[in-house]
């Protein structure tokens, strides 16, 4: 299994990209309804490689887990935010990452990829702050096995009506 963070992409990471646009957990339109297609998709990618930012969030790179050589896995790890220390009560000793929005290709679904790069992660930054959609399975078994604790867990609100749309499983591993 190969790591990589950097901001370079092809056509497999923008494929890969936007599949996850359209999985119901790792959508980034869950609140706003957005959908995302084709060139948009590879103009997102861009416009991230060249601020080094997506959402609002400054990334630390785009992680590609090969497999094989195949492109297996995606996400956008970033630092938590100095909002998120104060929403959460984390200690703001400890310097916490999150791996946003891991999504793992169909064809490599239940082999443990999620959980090995979360290991890989906290070698990388030790202090790891991980969310699930309290309906992923898998993402909440991922931490579960890894030993994560759970802190909270968050509503997550549309932004004018103030409607719950769904919640969050919050975990950190220190």
Not at 52 to 69: E, H, I, M, Q, T
Not at 88 to 111: K, T
Request: aromatic residues 14%.
């Amino acid at each position: 299994m190969e790591f990589i963070l950097d901001f370079d992409y092809d056509k497999a990471v923008v494929d890969l990209y936007e599949q996850s646009l359209q999985n119901e957990f790792t959508t980034e339109g869950r609140i706003t309804g957005r959908t995302w297609k084709g060139d948009q998709v590879e103009n997102r990618l861009y416009e991230a490689s060249k601020t080094r930012s997506k959402n609002g969030y400054d990334l630390l790179g785009f992680l590609k887990v090969k497999v094989d050589g195949k492109l297996a896995a995606l996400c956008f790890p970033r630092e938590v935010t100095s909002k998120e220390y104060g929403v959460y009560d984390l200690n703001p000793i400890n310097a916490y990452y999150r791996l946003s929005g891991i999504f793992v290709h169909p064809d490599f679904r239940g082999q443990g990829i999620a959980k090995k790069v979360l290991e890989w992660f906290i070698n990388e930054k030790k202090y790891v702050f991980w969310t699930a959609d309290t309906e992923n399975r898998a993402s909440n078994r991922v931490a579960e096995k890894m030993g994560l604790k759970h802190i909270s867990t968050q509503p997550v609100e549309h932004p004018t009506t103030k409607e719950t749309l769904y919640e969050l499983n919050v975990y950190i591993n220190k």
